[in-house]
């Protein structure tokens, strides 16, 4: 089965600053990539998505994400991160089956 | 409603006891899914639902664990003899067809505490 790994559990950034999160995945079939954020209080909601086609994949709020599938990795990064970016995001990977894989989270604080 | 709402938000149990978890998913939505977070933990998946055929119960951790939806309307969870390591957040999403193709539109989650 498919397992997703991201490689920072805290991230702690300060306004302006560049944001990279690591997403790598284990499964070396065909893949549906996606990155879900979680905002303080607020439900999981999708933030990017990367079925097929263009590898760089842009999404809401400035976010934008690159597939490498040699690298089995599908990184989320911003320019620039502002203080309402803080939160929790998710990658997850969905397979040949039906259920999603998610990571374990990294959560982001940005200060103002 | 506008969401996929869950009830209810916090349950705290005692060990041995049955909980049933509620979710009710978007209107129009064949598909819904079951997913535990465990403090710092990803979501992992439990239990999956597409309109009437049989759900996918390959995720649920143990016979514990059981799920039913009356049609493509509300889902609960149950489960039976609550033990410590249930603890966590269960979390429902529902999507008008297969996650892997379309968005998932998740509750709110309940966390449940088992004493």
């Known amino acids: 089965a498919q397992s997703v790994s991201q490689h920072n559990h805290h991230v702690i950034l300060s306004e302006a600053a560049s944001l990279e999160l690591g997403c790598n995945y284990s499964?070396?079939?065909?893949?549906?990539l996606f990155w879900y954020v979680q905002y303080p209080g607020q439900h999981l909601q999708l933030l990017l998505k990367?079925?097929?086609?263009?590898?760089l994949v842009k999404g809401i709020k400035g976010f934008e994400a690159e597939f490498i599938k040699s690298k089995f990795s599908f990184n989320l990064r911003k320019p620039s991160v502002q203080w309402s970016d803080t939160a929790e995001y998710f990658c997850a990977v969905n397979a040949w089956n039906n259920d999603m894989r998610f990571g374990a989270g990294t959560r982001l604080t940005v200060k103002p | 409603g506008a969401g996929v709402s869950q009830s209810p938000s916090n349950k705290v149990t005692e060990k041995g006891k049955d909980v049933e978890l509620r979710c009710d998913p978007i209107s129009g939505h064949t598909a819904l899914y079951w997913y535990r977070q465990r403090l710092g933990q990803g979501l992992e998946f439990l239990i999956y639902?597409?309109?009437?055929?049989?759900?996918?119960k390959s995720g649920l951790p143990s016979d514990r664990f059981s799920a039913e939806r009356t049609g493509e309307s509300v889902s609960t969870l149950t489960i039976q003899r609550t033990q410590q390591e249930d603890s966590a957040v269960y979390l429902c999403?529902?999507?008008?067809?297969?996650?892997?193709?379309?968005?998932?539109?998740f509750g709110p989650g309940t966390r449940l505490t088992v004493l």
């Open positions: 999403a529902s999507s008008s067809g297969l996650a892997g193709y379309v968005e998932q539109f």
């Open positions: 639902f597409q309109g009437n055929s049989a759900p996918d």
């Open positions: 499964y070396g079939g065909t893949v549906n």
């Open positions: 990367y079925f097929s086609g263009d590898p």
